[in-house]
């Protein structure tokens, strides 16, 4: 029975929500049959944490960094050399808080981690911890580990950490935890090396936990014993999300969820209950070693310059002031300032088929030329300058971190129509074009709202559409 519950290389069980629909993979200078036999050292993370541009110092490639959650989307792979000379497979996974996924992206991170033999199966996991929020972040870190999986923490955003008065002490937080920590700049690439010096002794030597940060047989012992054995599973914590997260792993076939849902109503499993057990037990453990490892400056205490901005930008009236002015802005510039740009784009196209025409003997060639071909074209390009500002005011946006303040700002709002907060960005990407704006809805968590959101983002008129 165990061999028949054990997963294998077979077609996947889709459902609508299965992440592998909307999984792609970007490679860069390696071919895939070499790229098979290489470790594999994933990048795992909170959204802004930088494992994207950590991703780039690694591998040399140049892949889109942003601040709000969502922007890595699929998993991205690319190639670096270690300190001996041995290339290893770097993965990019989306950000996610835990391993218990509220999107499709996150999902991506779950089908991974919990299935041994995936071909991105990592051999090491480099954990990358924004230092100026290090709770929050170590609690990926600790379900990391209680998988057994190998571990290396990469500490980012130390600077920003010292500006608001915290001081990280590393060989303390070592100790607490027994991993290689690492101070790096994911900007800069300071630290890079050493961090690349601690994932080959990790390879070399590998790490394993002590003891589980959470004692999942404690608290469901029977349905743990029986779905490692059903599933020849090697450990507690990982039977524990077959039980929770069954219906979400598109590794498992039909049958196989069928038999880990009749074990959970056999051993009356309450699921929302032991993870609220699980997520305070975990914020227990890592109080206590954040306390031991981090301190607060006495001439730093008062409130960071950040702390005051949010003040203005998420002020219940103020915050939306300040929202619609900087749409107003946007719309401004996209309809008023463009047009600069438009006419003098149409002028020229309008020039060069008076030239064509005017030295060229008429003809059904020339016609085609001048009023099919380039007024064709024309009619395509004179709407450059339009999406090339709103994507500039976007990612202006996104970088300064504005865009993450909008999603939490306008999500009490947005669901009164019953959208979702993280909407506003594939909407006000709709008034550019839609197909891009589409694909960003895969960052919504839930379906109902994701798909209210693909089908009111055409209904944003862009420029392109009005005519």
Request: aromatic residues 8%; hydrophobic residues 45%.
């Amino acid at each position: 029975m165990s061999e028949l519950l054990t997963p294998t290389d077979r077609p996947p069980e889709h459902s609508d929500d299965d992440p592998v629909r909307v999984r792609r993979i970007t490679t860069a200078r390696q071919p895939t049959s070499a790229a098979a036999l290489l470790p594999t050292v994933a990048l795992i993370g909170n959204p802004n944490s930088g494992k994207s541009s950590l991703f780039n110092q690694l591998t040399g490639l140049r892949q889109k960094t942003g601040n709000f959650p969502g922007v890595t989307v699929d998993k991205k792979v690319g190639f670096c050399s270690l300190t001996d000379g041995l290339q290893a497979k770097v993965l990019d996974l989306p950000g996610t808080y835990s391993l218990y996924p509220k999107s499709l992206d996150e999902r991506i991170v779950l089908d991974i981690l919990a299935n041994a033999q995936s071909p991105d199966y990592p051999n090491v996991a480099v954990v990358v911890a924004d230092a100026s929020n290090l709770k929050r972040n170590l609690l990926l870190f600790t379900e990391l580990r209680d998988l057994n999986i190998p571990v290396v923490l990469a500490l980012n955003m130390l600077d920003v950490a010292q500006q608001a008065g915290l001081m990280v002490h590393t060989e303390q937080l070592r100790r607490e935890l027994s991993i290689p920590v690492v101070a790096i700049n994911a900007r800069n690439g300071e630290g890079l090396l050493r961090l690349k010096q601690a994932i080959q002794q990790v390879l070399s030597s590998g790490n394993q936990a002590d003891s589980p940060y959470f004692d999942s047989h404690a608290y469901a012992p029977g349905l743990i014993d029986e779905i490692k054995e059903a599933f020849s599973l090697p450990n507690d914590y990982l039977a524990l999300h077959y039980a929770h997260q069954y219906a979400k792993l598109s590794f498992l076939n039909v049958l196989q969820r069928k038999i880990i849902q009749d074990l959970c109503e056999k051993h009356r499993f309450e699921n929302p209950v032991l993870q609220a057990r699980e997520t305070i037990a975990r914020y227990e453990i890592i109080g206590r070693v954040v306390a031991q490892s981090v301190t607060l400056s006495d001439h730093d205490e008062r409130e960071s310059f950040s702390h005051r901005l949010d003040g203005i930008l998420l002020h219940r009236v103020g915050g939306y002031a300040v929202f619609f002015g900087i749409l107003f802005l946007i719309f401004q510039a996209v309809f008023a300032w463009a047009s600069y740009p438009m006419d003098w784009i149409d002028a020229g196209i309008a020039s060069l088929n008076a030239f064509i025409k005017d030295h060229l003997p008429e003809s059904p060639l020339v016609d085609l030329l001048t009023d099919g071909l380039i007024a064709g074209m024309g009619g395509v390009v004179i709407f450059i300058p339009q999406i090339a500002v709103l994507f500039a005011f976007i990612s202006v946006l996104e970088e300064s971190g504005y865009m993450s303040r909008v999603v939490f700002m306008m999500d009490k709002l947005m669901r009164k129509f019953g959208l979702n907060g993280k909407s506003v960005v594939p909407l006000i990407s709709g008034a550019a074009c839609a197909v891009p704006a589409i694909m960003a809805t895969r960052n919504i968590g839930s379906s109902k709202d994701r798909l209210i959101t693909i089908f009111v983002t055409p209904l944003m008129s862009c420029s392109a559409r009005s005519p």
